[in-house]
């Protein structure tokens, strides 16, 4: 049997893991090679989601056949005994299931409801190295961020400060929440990140106290580095705010950050946006956020780099990356992630509707890349306005100079 | 709080936030769950309103109107929209609704004043009540005091209007609108190049999108390339005269070089009144403007190219130079006064109209 297709299918299933026909035509190429326990994963969830197929079942049995392994847990084996017939239910798995989720019995009236978590502190894995392209931005980072954090010595010997963070801006959907996480992989330092969902139901109820629990979370958490996406959710220019709400929250946000009244040691602020100029500028003064990096989208290499991780577990076959890459310029990360996406989809579609499965072809990104335009249009735009008529103190230097070269 | 009220507290934060595709996003969400929502269509009003789809804001403007007809807000929003669609007519008439309802609510008038001002020809004398009773209704509101101010000016009483935008500024001093609206009644006068460049610029660094503040620089360049001709006049006779004497080649290369100094020294002088990076921002000013301005401003600009052509050229050639020079002054100056009679012409229709 062949190991490749049998691998491509297995990809292809994974990308589409509804698709049931597809599952069980892998199973059945599975038992054919002689590998049951793998069919009986496959065979088991095809009949999870449809326990009446005859031909799940028959699959079932020769797999079950070609291996007496045991059935996976997820299988639906109503003939199981159960573990202990005396008591008719299993305590101990059942508590260990719930663990920590399960509240105290009583309460005394004192003891405070800690309520759900607000707010995940994650550990990321992910390195700068993994970031595909943005050579420049990432060597930027390095210098401006990364390389005072990491030698003390030298920072005393230039008597630099640990103070301020960083603003990433740039238009979306080219890779700065996953720069953010990559800088916090680089520290080791955990990551909280504050989405534009979290500051609006902020804005609605207590949004200053849930600022200062915020970092509190930050500073409890530390080494971490605190994500505020969508800064000028948050941080909007206070002139433009009629409501005293925002005010406040701005308020609160520029109390937190210069540290008043608690030790922002070990909390690295870095914040994300794609209109810097809507964010009040209160905070972007010296010891806030005063450093920003312009984040692009990514140049034609990257995007070769970017394709090629996308396609990386699909299966793809005689795919001209390169040529991919110089037809899309000025697409954004997420705009290749797109592509992908829809060149798979156009051959998955024609597989099902020929019933033969087949690899995903050039063909398929030409008619994908034939439909999808670079979603950074509008964002070029105000980008535009902003570098001609609002750069008087030259803030938006770098983003100037990139407009006119891709005039 | 239900869902609706919470996704309509969601679109209206967004809007203050200056997102306005978020904003119809969640107002969308909210009419789903409730389609019969006046505030969720309100709210969307606003959001189409603020990504310049007026047609699409007056047809949600509508259906606001529709389904709470006692809704003020539901009027106020559409007579915004409508505005922006150029019905600033049948604005005046749903802002007076509004007003009907709310008579105490400073939106409403401010609406109705911007309303009126838009209208064509203006209203004038209607658009300083409106705007003067939003303002005594809510003394804080700097909105109305553009109105008012550009009623004011519209009325021929522009110092009066003046000192009502810079009272505007005093109580908040970032509002752009007010920048804008100040450099807007000095550029009607042709006046104070400096000030205007600055007020604009203060304009243009809040709200760098708005075509209004384009065009009013694009304008303010135009008014400041004008004011280069009088050196140019001035150069000009200088090397006639020298041409005429047939003076040595040098004194008309030293006439030039003070001219082209001098002109160098003004441009530099109104880079620093007006957005950072002018030769970005200026290119392409020709043909953004008005065909009889564009033709005006090249026969300008082949004038001074003559002038210091003349100033350079050999002796035989500058003779030429010069002649053209004055035959190009004198087109500018027969382009500008047909120009001149044409706008009169136009606005005395206008005014009977």
Redesign the interface.
């Known amino acids: 049997m062949d190991d490749r297709l049998i691998e491509s299918l297995t990809a292809a299933v994974t990308s589409a893991p509804a698709d049931l026909t597809l599952r069980l035509h892998l199973a059945s190429l599975l038992v054919e090679a002689g590998r049951g326990p793998e069919a009986i994963e496959h065979v088991a969830t095809a009949l999870a989601a449809e326990p009446t197929s005859v031909e799940a079942r028959e699959l079932m049995a020769r797999a079950m056949g070609t291996s007496p392994a045991p059935a996976p847990p997820s299988a639906p084996t109503p003939a199981a005994e159960p573990s202990e017939p005396s008591s008719g239910f299993d305590w101990h798995a059942a508590e260990s299931d719930l663990g920590e989720r399960v509240g105290p019995m009583f309460v005394d009236g004192t003891t405070e409801d800690p309520g759900p978590a607000p707010y995940d502190v994650e550990q990321v894995g992910v390195r700068l190295a993994d970031v595909g392209g943005l050579t420049e931005v990432k060597k930027r980072l390095e210098a401006s961020f990364l390389a005072p954090l990491r030698n003390p010595e030298l920072r005393a010997l230039y008597g630099k400060s640990l103070r301020g963070g960083l603003l990433l801006y740039g238009p979306p959907g080219c890779g700065k929440t996953f720069l953010a996480k990559a800088v916090a992989g680089e520290l080791g330092a955990s990551f909280l990140h504050v989405s534009l969902a979290d500051v609006?139901d902020m804005?609605?109820g207590q949004s200053e106290r849930n600022v200062k629990e915020l970092f509190e979370v930050a500073r409890s958490s530390a080494p971490c580095v605190l994500f505020l996406d969508e800064l000028?959710?948050i941080g909007?220019k206070r002139?433009?705010?009629?409501?005293s709400g925002?005010r406040t929250t701005v308020n609160q946000l520029l109390t937190e950050l210069d540290g008043v009244g608690s030790d922002n040691e070990g909390v690295f602020v870095l914040a994300a946006t794609n209109?810097p100029?809507?964010v009040d500028p209160a905070l972007r003064r010296p010891g806030r956020l005063d450093r920003t990096l312009l984040v692009l989208p990514p140049d034609r290499d990257a995007r070769e780099a970017v394709l090629r991780t996308h396609l990386r577990g699909r299966p793809v076959e005689r795919i001209d990356t390169r040529r991919l890459a110089k037809a899309t310029d000025g697409f954004s990360g997420a705009d290749l992630a797109h592509l992908c996406e829809s060149a798979s989809e156009n051959a998955l579609m024609d597989s099902v509707g020929s019933g033969q499965v087949r690899m995903i072809g050039m063909t398929d990104f030409d008619a994908a890349l034939a439909e999808l335009r670079p979603s950074i249009g509008p964002w070029m735009e105000?980008a535009r306005?902003?570098?001609?008529?609002?750069?008087?103190s030259?803030e938006y230097d770098d983003l100037?100079t990139w407009l006119?070269k891709r005039r | 709080m239900s869902d609706v009220d919470?996704l309509l507290?969601?679109a209206s934060?967004?809007l203050?936030?200056?997102?306005p595709a978020d904003a119809e996003h969640a107002a969308l969400e909210a009419l789903a769950a409730d389609p019969t929502s006046a505030p969720a269509f309100v709210v969307l009003t606003r959001a189409l309103d603020g990504q310049r789809r007026f047609d699409e804001a007056v047809g949600a403007g509508r259906s606001a109107v529709a389904a709470d007809p006692d809704l003020a807000d539901a009027y106020v929003a559409l007579a915004w929209a409508l505005v922006g669609d150029g019905r600033a007519d049948d604005a005046v008439a749903v802002a007076g609704s509004a007003v009907a309802l709310e008579p105490h609510e400073p939106a409403c008038h401010h609406a109705l004043g911007w309303a009126l001002l838009s209208s064509s020809p203006p209203r004038h004398q209607e658009a300083h009540d409106a705007a003067a009773r939003a303002i005594e209704l809510e003394p804080g509101a700097t909105p109305a005091y553009s109105v008012l101010g550009l009623a004011l000016a519209g009325l021929g009483r522009r110092r009066e209007g003046r000192k009502v935008l810079r009272e505007g500024l005093r109580i908040?001093p970032?509002?752009p609108y007010l920048h804008n609206n100040l450099a807007k009644i000095d550029l009607d006068r042709g006046l104070r190049i400096g000030r205007t460049g600055r007020h604009l610029?203060a304009a243009?660094?809040?709200i760098?999108?708005e075509p209004v503040?384009?065009r009013n620089?694009d304008t303010l360049l135009v008014r400041f390339a004008m004011r280069l001709v009088w050196p140019t006049l001035v150069a000009l006779s200088v090397l006639r005269l020298q041409v005429a004497l047939d003076a040595p080649w040098w004194s008309r290369a030293v006439t030039g070089a003070v001219y082209a100094g001098l002109a160098g020294l003004m441009v530099a002088w109104f880079s620093r009144q007006v957005?950072?990076?002018l030769r970005?921002?200026a290119r392409g000013v020709l043909a953004r403007v008005a065909l009889p301005v564009r033709l005006i401003a090249l026969a300008m600009l082949a004038f001074a190219a003559c002038v210091v052509a003349t100033a350079f050229a050999p002796t035989s050639l500058a003779a030429v130079t010069e002649q053209a020079a004055g035959v190009l002054l004198r087109l500018a100056f027969v382009l500008a006064a047909v120009l001149l009679v044409a706008h009169l012409v136009q606005r005395r229709r206008h005014r009977r109209g």
Do not use: K, M
Request: glycine fraction near 10%.
């Open positions: 609006l804005y609605i000028d959710a909007g002139s433009l705010n009629r409501s925002a209109h100029w809507d105000t306005n902003v570098a001609l008529y609002a750069n008087a030259g100037a006119r | 919470h507290e969601r934060a967004l203050e936030l200056g997102r908040n970032h509002d610029s243009a660094g809040a760098p999108q503040v384009h620089l957005p950072r990076g970005f921002w």
